[in-house]
């Protein structure tokens, strides 16, 4: 038998079979494809859902009080399930998520289902922090890379069906006596149902290590709300309050100090902190972090203006627009396989940061390019460049940050890195669309003012054909008011003037949102050159080849021997100590000639000592030593 045969007949067998991984992992996706579908679903029927509640203006909050409570309870969780275990904080999420979706469900007004999509929003939280962290227990860094393309296939699934469904859904007056939008919440219990019992009955995960005294930082939790609420709501409502308004100083301020304050309890909690300041020490832990923030910046930027742009400019109903983002999914997915399996066999990770930033900064180079007369086959030539370079970014920062600290610490770098794209992908939003908006104003001023455009704009509206077509009615009053404030404004609130009108009318607007959409993909070009910059900063620390969960069994194992080392060394010495104490005694009494017994506390002091023992004239035990063997014919 050679040395590595012999290894690997010594080595211990896995905590957890191939199969046993498997069926773990397909519970988890059922409850990632829980979230993952919501997102898309309601997304694409929030326009439906707010006419029908009378709600028009409101619809932004219904999406900024998930936001918060999805963002705020990331890191929470990750920090939780550290102290608890994953399994009851996984199920907890599920369970508040269903209850959130059937709340929203049976909403009587947009209040209401701000309220109750907040609370969908905490079961949210645990959806999407919980399930990498789970990855990060159950597989080595290297193996890991393996199983990430399973959890792409779920988001790619559920965001070219989730607009299908929901615009179904939407679009249909009753489904079992229920208004058809309804169903976009309702949905979600049967799903629901299925990764219930998929968890319940998969996901079983030892635990090695309890913790003694558990220290839950309440003050740090406190405090991140403090300092996040008031910052994602200015992010979401600046647009339309202004960034320099009274309401928007008031955020800054109080999430300045939110953020203070976070920062000064965390350093006083030390280990129990929810997020550690140690952490920020490793080098790896501190750029991942970085480049996370930019990357869900770029990121989220461009998957929330680019079906915008198809919708506006292309032409697509939102359904269309879910297919035509196609291109994106399917880069990232190839991607991220690709480079999954790449490093499992090699263990090395740090090219794919670096091409991934390099990826998507020709995506976003190649969208500045972009104009309206264009086919709509070169924005999907961006798309798939975008998302070949998003596929080696996402999966990647992940690993090399759960790879950087201990076993104890997995939830809270897991839920971390999650917690800092989501943050940038917030500032991405608000940013993006704040630039598209600021500049709509001045870019239709200049369509509006090139004669290219003019003169077949002044023939159409001269044309009795246009003039008599009830779809054109709309965008000629807009036209007819000659007000350039107005018509500068005109895409802002509604632009289902565009829908059907003569393009000769509709070409100006068109330009003028394509062009202020190229100003938006210029920033996040800056964006993704500075992340590329980042990228070449990450460490190149070695994958370990062991998983968590199995470094925690070794630890434990260790911590088991050493105890029992230590256990018997402290009963050597309290033998001995009583052999001695007992022996003094016996010659005592010994002196003044009485006969005592046997003593059963001798007998045992001398069992434990390890050494030989015989009884003596006296009735003493007499511990026989190594040397007096053999003197004793022994």
Known sequence: MTASEANAANAPAPL?????????????MSAMFLSALDQTIVGTSMRTIADDL?????QAWVTTAYLITATITTPIYGKLSDLFGRRPLFLFAIGIFLLGSLLSGMSQTMYQLAAFRALQGIGAGGLMALPLAIMGDILAPRERAKYQGYFLAVFGVSSVIGPLIGGLLSGTEEILFVAGWRWVFLVNIPVGIVALFMVVRFLHIPRFRT????????????????????????????????????????????????????????????????????????????????????????????????????????GATPAESGLLMLPLI??????????????????????????????LALGYLWLTNLSADQGIWFIMVGMAVLGLGLGQLMQTLTIASQNAVTARDMGVATSSSTFFRQIGGTLGTAVFFS?????????LTAAFADPDIIGPLT??????????DPANADILALLSTQDPAQIGNALDTDSSFLVGADPRLA??????????????????????????????????????????????????AVEAATAAQIGIATELDEAEALTDAEADRRAKVGALGVEPEIDEVALRAAQLSGSLIEPTTTGTLHAIEDDDLPKRGR
């Open 507 to 556: 070409e100006p607007f068109l330009v003028g949102f394509n062009d202020a959409t190229v100003s938006v993909y210029w920033l996040g070009f800056v964006v993704a050159v500075l992340a590329f910059v980042v990228a070449w900063f990450v460490p190149a620390l070695p994958l370990r080849q062991v998983s968590a969960m199995q470094e925690e069994a070794d630890a434990s």
């Open 459 to 468: 023939e159409a509206t001269q044309d009795p054909a246009v003039q008599a």
């Open 330 to 359: 399917l880069g990232l997915m190839v991607s991220s396989i690709a480079s999954g399996q790449i490093i499992a066999r090699t263990g090395r990770y740090r090219v794919f940061p670096i091409l991934g930033t390099a990826f």
């Open 435 to 443: 630039l598209l908006f600021s500049r709509l104003g001045e870019t």
């Open 211 to 314: 913790p003694g005294k558990v220290r839950i930082d309440w003050w740090g939790a406190t405090f991140v709300i403090v300092a996040l609420v008031p910052l994602l709501i200015v992010a979401e409502q600046g647009t339309e309050w202004g960034w320099d308004s009274v309401a928007a100083i008031a955020c800054y301020v109080v999430g300045a100090i939110g953020i203070v304050a976070f920062i000064l309890v965390e350093i006083a909690m030390k280990q129990d902190a929810l997020l550690p300041m140690r952490l920020f020490r490793i080098p790896t832990f501190s750029v991942i972090a970085g480049l996370g923030l930019l990357v869900g910046f770029a990121m989220f930027g461009a998957m929330m203006t680019i079906p915008l742009y198809l919708q506006l400019v292309e």
């Open 16 to 28: 957890m079979t191939h199969r046993q991984i498997l069926l773990v992992i397909f519970g988890l």
């Open 54 to 58: 009378g709600g028009l203006d409101l």
